[in-house]
């Protein structure tokens, strides 16, 4: 099956510092979705791409759709305390498959 | 997007019982649920494909009969762990997708299994 390969897998960064994590993928997808998860909650959505080269934001949020449509970055910036938790990326080719990448465990330190 | 509620959201049980997980979506008729597992530091594991009105689509490895999932409605799908044992306890999560066109996901909030 399709492969996920999403890193780092965990980080520990200061208040204020930029994060990126990325995703890549042995296949082409033509949708990527980004999700944050806390402790003991499903995941919330919290970017969705769907174009090569897209290029979107959410407030601190920034991702991409990479061209070759096989991978995925999620750039936060200036990191704060409520961004720690479980970041997955997830690829969607047909319209009820969706894979998902391992998780990056984000830690900030105020 | 569509909003996902599940309940319970925590539950222990005996081992040998049976127990039922509700997910409902809210404000969108999903023709379509997906029921996930995960495993505490892991990713989420594809359970299921629920399909309203018919039989759900289970993925390798998962057994049908100890995993009964019903989607009797467009609003609703559940999911009963059969005699359950330690070994099923886990973090489950339900999930529907948004339009065709969109085709984004989105999730309940869990609900944790706890088998004694």
């Known amino acids: 099956g399709q492969q996920l390969n999403q890193s780092p897998q965990s980080m520990f960064i200061q208040e204020g510092e930029d994060v990126s994590m990325n995703c890549t993928s042995s296949?082409?997808?033509?949708?990527w979705l980004w999700y944050k998860q806390d402790p003991g909650e499903g995941p919330v959505l919290l970017i969705a791409l769907y174009k090569a080269g897209e290029l979107t934001s959410n407030g601190r949020l920034t991702a991409q759709f990479g061209i070759t449509r096989k991978d995925s970055f999620l750039n936060i910036s200036a990191s704060i305390p409520s961004d720690v938790g479980i970041y997955f990326c997830a690829g969607r080719y047909n319209f009820n498959k969706f894979y998902f990448g391992s998780g990056t465990k984000l830690n900030v330190k105020p | 997007g569509a909003v996902v509620s599940q309940h319970p959201s925590w539950v222990i049980c005996k081992s040998g019982t049976s127990v039922k997980i509700e997910c409902r979506s809210l404000d969108f008729q999903a023709t379509t649920m997906f029921w996930y597992r995960q495993f505490p530091k892991q990713s989420l594991m594809l359970m299921a494909t629920?399909?309203?009105?018919?039989?759900?689509?289970?993925e390798q490895g998962v057994e049908k009969d100890k995993f009964l999932i019903n989607h009797a409605s467009l609003t609703l799908s559940t999911l009963t762990v059969t005699s359950a044992h330690p070994e099923d306890s886990s973090f489950y999560i339900c999930?529907?997708?948004?339009?065709?066109?969109?085709?984004?996901?989105?999730f309940g909030e869990g609900s944790r299994l706890t088998v004694l």
């Open positions: 999930s529907v997708t948004g339009t065709a066109s969109t085709g984004e996901l989105f």
């Open positions: 629920s399909n309203e009105g018919s039989k759900a689509t289970y």
């Open positions: 296949s082409i997808f033509n949708t």
